[in-house]
């Protein structure tokens, strides 16, 4: 064994007077490459195996997911994803692709001289590879941006894991800066709503708007996580955009794995309730997803739909996420822009710009 081995993966030579130049990170959650069953056993292999996803003692965790949820969920999970795959590929990876360029195209128009790459926690074009190539085109700044609005240790934190663990190989590193939360950003909150209105303006109003966020165990938010609270903002700040009463709109939460407590209500509960009531129209929307997924599009577009009919409604619209809407993408640069302050992030021209202009005043101060 070689004592003197270093640690570090290998870099890219340093390069003394290299100008800083500034990357945004955009981190999803992350899809199997296809709905293929060796495929979603890959993906679910690395995304339940993650401790922070299932806080369960880690060795008999290992056993169950091994020894008997990989043997049986990845067909039917592939069956689910397979029913909502576009020719283009997954459609979480094609709206987060999508997300990530327009972003950078309208940092570009606002002066920001800024490389947009996204990533997945989880699967291919992995956090740790794409921080790898920033790192080779000489990033020495980098921002990173979770698609997730609401802060929870389950998304938010295990993204800065995969962060943390490829610093920890890395000898040179660049600044970096995390932004955990934009849950009651009202510009976040402005493109829901009026995605919302949209919907409505050409179909019309619903007798209830309920708002279903993806579900984390009950006892993280006794543990401390923040999500809980942070969801029920989100919709409460959404519901007073829309000018709807607490009676026009319902909170709850879906994906619930296993036996444990959840937060509650529960969306498949509530929809099935909300149809024996009497309830004819609901109106879906899942403000904690931004863009559309095997979630959004087959748990509540398909089964949602068909528990709320089955149990006696009468029209079901599912409201999609913000995707590339402009208020959107517009919203994002504002807050990227607002935390990427303090770095230089100018393109050239602008940069020689206020350059010439910080030059001009200072010579009509001295000449004053």
């Known amino acids: 064994m070689n004592l003197f081995t270093s640690p570090f993966v290998k870099e890219p030579p340093f390069q003394h007077g290299q100008a800083p130049r500034t990357a945004v990170l955009y981190c999803n959650l992350g899809t199997p490459d296809s709905p293929g069953t060796p495929d979603v056993r890959r993906f679910l292999s690395e995304f339940l195996g993650d401790p922070r996803v299932v806080e369960v003692p880690r060795l008999l965790w290992l056993m169950i997911l091994h020894g008997i949820i990989l043997r049986f969920r990845p067909a039917k999970s592939g069956a689910k994803y397979a029913s909502i795959w576009l020719p283009e590929g997954s459609p979480l990876k094609i709206w987060t692709e999508k997300q990530a360029k327009l972003l950078q195209g309208w940092l570009a128009q606002r002066g920001h001289d800024v490389q947009v790459r996204y990533a997945m926690r989880y699967g291919s074009t992995s956090i740790a590879s794409q921080l790898d190539q920033l790192k080779a085109e000489g990033t020495t700044r980098v921002l990173i941006l979770p698609a ?164 006696g409604g009468q029209a079901f619209h599912y409201i999609p996420c913000l995707n590339d809407d402009p208020a959107w993408i517009s919203a994002l640069a504002d807050i990227t822009q607002q935390h990427l302050q303090g770095w230089p992030t100018q393109t050239p021209q602008d940069a020689a710009a206020l350059a010439a202009s910080r030059a001009a005043a200072l010579a009509l101060g001295a000449k004053a």
Not at 151 to 171: E, G, M, P, Q
Not at 192 to 203: E, M, P, T
Not at 256 to 278: D, F, N
């Open 148 to 311: 997730y609005p609401q802060y929870s240790a389950t998304t938010t934190a295990s993204l800065f894991d995969a962060v943390y663990a490829w610093a920890a190989k890395v000898r040179n590193l660049p600044e970096l800066r995390f932004i955990n939360h934009y849950h009651d950003d009202a510009r976040y909150i402005a493109a829901l709503a009026g995605r919302i209105r949209h919907h409505w303006q050409a179909n019309g109003r619903p007798d209830v708007l309920l708002m279903s966020f993806h579900g984390v165990p009950e006892r993280t938010l006794h543990l401390g996580d923040p999500y809980h609270c942070e969801c029920f903002k989100t919709a409460r700040l959404l519901a007073e955009q829309l000018g709807l009463s607490t009676d026009q709109y319902k909170v709850s939460f879906q994906s619930r794995l296993g036996r444990a407590k959840w937060l509650q209500p529960y969306t498949e509960p509530t929809l099935m309730a909300m149809g024996q009531a009497g309830v004819k129209r609901v109106d879906v929307v899942c403000p904690a997803f931004t863009s559309d997924c095997l979630e959004t599009l087959e748990e509540i577009n398909m089964e949602g739909r068909e528990a709320f009919l089955h149990a």
